[in-house]
């Protein structure tokens, strides 16, 4: 058993050498017409060779290892206490939210201009990952084409302030009705389809919108995106410093305060604050719902729920057409953020992004899913130096996530009674 | 004439593509036919079996050895060593923990590890794009009148050939093998096969091995004949062999073969008579339109559901 342990070990330490020397130690670089192999630095090879040598040692004392893992529970503190009571745990939920809005409203006014930027971007992500949750999460279709969506309501702000000088407060039902709409019509072919297979033709989708956005040139400008985009007004006073359009008033003047380009930018949040707690509201109110129960259903045992009355396509459906709208709210929102948008914004990496969002939050728990949001968006920009590194990291976290613990870090908890135990 | 020629230009190009699809497409649809499950990574590891050719063909001209096909062999097999290492190390970090679990869990899983793979090779790398040498140049040429020259480059020819040798090879293997017809037995149940004394772990294994070699294989030829590479161009070819796999009916290898040349061959008269541009539409929108009217693809056998 031992020599086999040892032998098993030297092929993995072998096959670790091998794929990663030859990508990681050598450099191609190119030289005008011709490519040059240069060594990659000492560091780097010595990095490969420490790693074979872990692996090496790791798989020889395995099961030592794994015996060390499996004590290593009782050292978290929460591993032996009984699940919180249901009544308790929602009410604690609850606060934490409230908490966590409260904090919201107050942070602009006490951080620098950037800060708030970023905030409204975790937002943005917030709504998109609330929106993927109802699809992923709760109805348990897989959906990498999310960010058709998003793109869906972002060009449908562009365009009709472009050609018809939309206000934001105009496009924002309009861009998410559309995307609703889009994922509806989307979704009443494909929802017949296993799993796997819809993850693959949203996947298909998704990319077919870049490419019409990205080719489309007389319509959307292609790939040099669209610009100008109005930023959003309130009961009609603007934020820049001059009056864009006629009959409109501008904030500072109103107020008679000086003039200054925060303003903006807070209220820009703010909005995103009040469109994603309405966001989480909504499909909250969602999940206790008949309907949000047929999802969870559905998810579970399609067969079994289907015998019990449930119609597979218009359960499916409304998931996937609430999950449409609400990127599209967000699609909007970020049109209206940037001024600007491209269809370089809605790639697929940005779908997967918003899955490894609802993925490491817990698909189906709100509280998780927020979370995860302000983790995945703030994390790499506190760590610039590693931000090279993010893709790197979510895709290894997505594979470890799946492997211990596929139910995410705030899993989430159905509401059920629990018999006394007898005696 | 004029039309002919230029028809059956596009069809040459068309078949070139397509065989090579084929060869990453038997990744996908060996790996789905034994454990169910779609190899996202897989795009990946043809990605990283061409940067290993290249690395290999620039680090053996750079040694001043000069005789191509040594060269190419060479290269060819150190693309396959390490994409089949990392094909099986992914099967054992990504795939077998999750084995058997709930069918997202394993495809989110494998997603994971593409974006994984993907960044290892853009860090490494670098982003951009790299040229790949032209080491088999020129070709035959056909005309009519001058007009319009129908050629056909060795390169292409080496494309077939060797695509048409893998698939004889696979075909043999799959077969006549001992470790074949286990493969088989564990694709059609893979309790039972297990039952009987067969190690499916290793059959599972091996099939990963087989893929992703094969996947090596079209990385250095695709590579050769587009003539640059980056790390992302494993992604959309991987997308493609899948609805290749698809298309010929997931699960079935001579499926994939087909699948493969009538997806390169639709792609290549959508560029030759509509705009190059939409041919990545017309290839999604054909795995859409499989999906939705014929799921089983054109050889594949129905899957019945049990409950």
């Known amino acids: 058993m031992a020599a086999n342990n040892y032998r098993h070990a030297l092929f993995c330490a072998i096959v670790t050498l091998i794929i990663s020397f030859p990508i990681l130690g050598f450099n191609l670089e190119a030289k005008g017409v011709n490519i040059e192999l240069t060594g990659a630095k000492t560091s780097t090879i010595v990095a490969v060779i420490l790693a074979a040598v872990a692996v090496f040692v790791f798989q020889a004392y395995r099961d030592s290892f794994m015996g060390l893992l499996g004590k290593l529970p009782k050292l978290n503190p929460l591993a032996d206490k009984e699940p919180m ?66 793109a869906v309501g972002a060009y449908t702000f562009a365009l009709l302030s472009q050609y018809t000088g939309i206000s934001f407060w105009m496009a924002l039902p309009i861009g998410a009705l559309l995307a609703g709409l889009t994922g509806m019509i989307l979704g009443f072919p494909v929802l017949r389809l296993r799993g796997d297979y819809l993850a693959i033709v949203t996947l298909g989708f998704g990319e077919i919108i870049r490419i019409l956005l990205n080719n489309w040139t007389t319509l959307t400008g292609g790939p040099n995106g669209i610009g100008g985009i109005p930023e959003p007004t309130l009961f009609g006073m603007e934020f820049g410093r001059r009056i864009k359009e006629e009959g409109n008033t501008s904030f500072h003047e109103t107020f008679g305060i000086a003039y200054s380009g925060e303003h903006k930018v807070i209220f820009l949040y703010l909005i995103a604050l009040v469109l994603a707690v309405i966001t989480a509201l909504i499909i909250r109110r969602f999940m206790r719902m008949p309907v949000g129960r047929a999802w969870e259903a559905l998810r579970e045992d399609e067969i079994a729920a289907r015998s019990l009355g449930l119609s597979r396509t218009a359960v499916k459906l409304s998931a996937f057409t609430i999950g449409a709208f609400f990127a599209g709210f967000a699609g909007t929102v970020f049109a209206s953020k940037q001024g600007f948008i491209s269809p370089e914004s809605f790639v697929f990496l940005e779908s997967a992004i918003i899955l490894a969002i609802v993925v490491l939050g817990g698909m189906g728990s709100q509280l998780g899913v927020i979370l995860a949001a302000i983790a995945v968006t703030i994390l790499p920009e506190l760590a610039r130096e590693f931000s090279e590194y993010r893709m790197l990291i979510f895709g290894a976290a997505m594979v470890l996530m799946m492997v211990w613990r596929p139910q995410g870090l705030l899993p989430m908890r159905r509401i059920h009674i629990t018999l006394n135990k007898q005696g | 004439m004029q039309d002919l020629l230029y028809f059956s230009q596009q069809l040459i190009n068309g078949l070139t593509i397509g065989s090579a699809y084929a060869l990453i497409a038997i990744g996908y649809t060996m790996v789905y036919g034994i454990i169910g499950m779609i190899n996202f990574a897989h795009g990946e590891i043809y990605m990283i079996g ?32 390490v994409s089949s290492s990392m094909g099986w190390a992914v099967e054992r970090v990504a795939y077998r923990p999750v084995r058997g679990r709930h069918r997202l869990i394993p495809l989110i899983s494998a997603i994971g590890m593409s974006i994984f793979l993907q960044n290892y090779v853009h860090l490494a790398q670098g982003s951009r794009n790299i040229g790949f040498p032209a080491l088999i140049e020129g070709g035959f040429n056909f005309s009519a009148d001058g007009a319009f020259e129908m050629s056909l480059s060795y390169m292409q020819i080496t494309i077939f050939v060797t695509t048409l040798v893998c698939m004889t090879a696979l075909s043999l293997f799959i077969s006549r093998s001992r470790t074949g017809r286990a493969c088989r037995a564990v694709s059609q149940d893979l309790g039972m096969a297990s039952l009987l004394g067969i190690d499916t772990n290793r059959i599972i294994s091996a099939t990963f091995i087989i893929g992703a070699s094969l996947a090596a294989v079209a990385g250095l030829l695709l590579g050769m004949y587009y003539g640059s590479i980056d790390p992302l161009f494993g992604f959309i070819a991987g997308l493609k062999a899948f609805t290749a796999a698809v298309l010929g009916g997931i699960g079935s290898i001579p499926g994939a073969m087909l699948g493969g040349l009538i997806l390169g061959v639709s792609e290549s008269m959508t560029s030759g008579y509509l705009s190059g541009e939409y041919k990545d539409v017309v290839s999604f929108g054909l795995l859409i339109l499989i999906l939705l009217f014929k799921p089983t693809g054109l050889l594949g056998k129905p899957e019945v559901e049990k409950i």
């Open chain 1, 85 to 150: 009571e249901q009544s308790k745990r929602v009410k604690l939920e609850s606060w934490v939210l409230t908490g966590i809005v409260v904090l919201a409203l107050f942070w602009p006014f006490v951080v620098s201009r950037g800060s708030v930027d970023l905030a409204t971007l975790v937002l943005i992500y917030i709504m998109l990952a609330l929106g993927l949750n109802v699809v992923v999460g709760l109805a348990g279709l897989l959906d990498l084409g999310y960010v058709a969506f998003y």
């Open chain 2, 50 to 81: 061409a940067y290993t050719a290249l690395i290999a063909i620039t680090g053996l001209t750079a040694l001043g050895l000069a005789w191509l096909p040594l060269i190419l062999i060479v290269a060819l097999l150190c693309a396959m060593i």
